[in-house]
């Protein structure tokens, strides 16, 4: 017996998908791959109903029925500069999404790399700060963006 899910990209394109009923959410990510070969499996955040899917659990435990709507967010890596508790100049990378925002950037320096975000400030360039409250496609934020902190 097969599993016929429904994989929507960010929220738009939707893509039918055909898997044994024992896939587990890596085979999901690979048939992904294999239909387009630029989302890369470790690109790839699969969402059902709110919840992050694993990659080694099966499909099944996640109680999925025919045509349900997996969401998949395709995830890369914006480098942010800035310095680090000691005064020297490091280079941060974070992963995100389009759709994450710029104040998730902030967070995820805090949680991932130990910053103290209470007075900082991103920025693309001299005098260009951005708004905690807009999302990273707004601002044209892709992978390898460069991104500055600034002190507040």
Do not use: C
Not at 92 to 100: D, L, M, P, Q, T
Not at 108 to 126: A, C, V
């Amino acid at each position: 017996m097969t599993l016929k899910v429904k994989v929507a990209v960010d929220g738009t394109t939707m893509i039918p998908m055909e898997l044994p009923d024992d896939a587990t959410v890596k085979d999901l990510k690979e048939a992904v791959h294999d239909m387009f070969t630029s989302f890369s499996v470790e690109n790839q955040e699969l969402l059902f109903n709110g919840l992050f899917l694993q990659d080694n659990t099966k499909l099944a435990s996640y109680r999925l029925v025919s045509d349900s709507e997996i969401t998949l967010r395709l995830l890369f890596t914006i480098v942010i500069i800035g310095k680090n508790p000691d005064g020297q100049y490091r280079r941060y990378e974070v992963r995100a999404h389009r759709n994450n925002y710029v104040g998730d950037l902030k967070l995820k320096l805090s949680e991932d790399h130990g910053l103290d975000i209470t007075n900082i400030r991103l920025q693309m360039g001299p005098e260009s700060y951005l708004l905690d409250r807009t999302l990273l496609w707004a601002n044209r934020i892709s992978s390898g963006t460069r991104i500055y902190i600034a002190e507040e």
